[in-house]
């Protein structure tokens, strides 16, 4: 039946023209964004894991900065120590060579003063960013002598816990202005490492079992100290190691992201092709439809 009220094919093909410009819209956002899924309406499941994975991976660059400056932290203090070992030894030279009978135990001691303010200098000028490792004060408000570097960051379901890497300070510590309980402050016998005074001494049986003592003492801390160096440069290696597994992490989740939410382009620019000529001919269609109701007037002519 013809109807000048209802023009069914009109109405056919002007569903079928929407049909085709929605989805030409949504096909230019995808090809302007670059994403298929840029919003819950999308896709709300693809979405929502997007989103969290998304936070995650921000979260893991955080983890990554502080890797970075626990590293450099670490760094220091492995720098210091390996200067203070270098200069400690020297005073073990100086106070072997102060064994033989008849030299100049004070001008040895002078150059032994200056190995131990050296010493000091170290200690105090190894600090980063506000964190010093080899000179302390464990009397101090909020001292805590395990220093943390953030190192992971982990998703179990809705439970999240963030991982460390700790270093025990108390096993590096070259001074500590409480106590003294550093390796080169610490009192063994009556003086330490940064303290002893070889000027007084003669070439007495009992200065010299005092200067060998010493000599022991001074090798003791030699000791104490290339176990920090290699306790150190085990935590800064494993910082090294840790980044680099961030860095990969952070990789593989951005591209797990891009799997679930990104456009695949070369498909989009096919399909928005394809919906224009639909488009074109959905126009034509519409156009002919209405064109229809025309031939009824010839009947009255």
């Known amino acids: 039946m013809s ?40 896709n709300a499941a693809y979405w929502s894991i997007a989103t969290t994975m998304r936070s995650d991976e921000s979260a893991l660059g955080t ?5 970075g400056l626990g590293g450099s932290t670490i760094d220091v203090a492995y720098t210091g120590t390996n200067a203070a070992l270098s200069v400690t030894q020297k005073i073990k030279d ?42 302390v004060d464990s009397g101090s408000a909020g001292y805590n002598a395990t220093r943390s570097v953030v190192a992971s960051f982990t998703r179990s379901g809705t439970t999240v816990s963030v991982g460390t890497i700790d270093v025990n300070v108390t096993k590096t510590k070259l001074f500590d202005a409480t106590g003294q309980t550093g390796i ?8 330490s490492v940064s303290t002893l005074d070889i000027s007084a001494l003669t070439d007495s049986a009992a200065d010299q079992t005092t200067l060998k ?14 176990t920090s160096a290699s306790d150190l440069g085990a935590a800064k290696s494993r910082i090294s190691t840790q980044t680099d597994f961030i860095t990969s992490l952070s990789d593989a989740i951005h591209r797990g992201i891009g799997t679930l939410v990104d456009a695949d382009m070369t498909a989009e ?33």
């Open 63 to 67: 983890v990554k900065d502080a890797l």
């Open 213 to 226: 003592a010493m000599i022991a003492q001074v090798d003791t801390a030699v000791s104490s100290m290339t």
């Open 94 to 135: 100086k106070l072997v060579a102060a064994l033989q009978p008849g030299v100049d135990r004070t001008k040895i001691q002078a150059e032994v003063k200056q190995l131990q303010d050296q010493l000091k200098s170290i200690g105090d000028s190894s600090s980063f960013s506000g964190q010093n490792w080899l000179s």
């Open 269 to 301: 620019s096919t399909k928005l092709q394809a919906l224009q000529v639909q488009q074109q001919l959905g126009t034509q269609a519409l156009s002919i439809a209405n064109q229809s109701s025309q031939s009824i007037l010839s009947l009255f002519r």
């Open 184 to 191: 080169l402050d610490k009192v063994t016998g009556t003086v």
């Open 3 to 42: 109807s000048i009220m209802t023009n069914t094919a009109a109405l056919n093909a002007l569903r079928s023209l929407n049909y085709t410009q929605d989805q030409m819209q949504m096909t230019q956002n995808r090809i302007s964004s670059g994403l298929r899924v840029s919003g819950a309406s999308d």
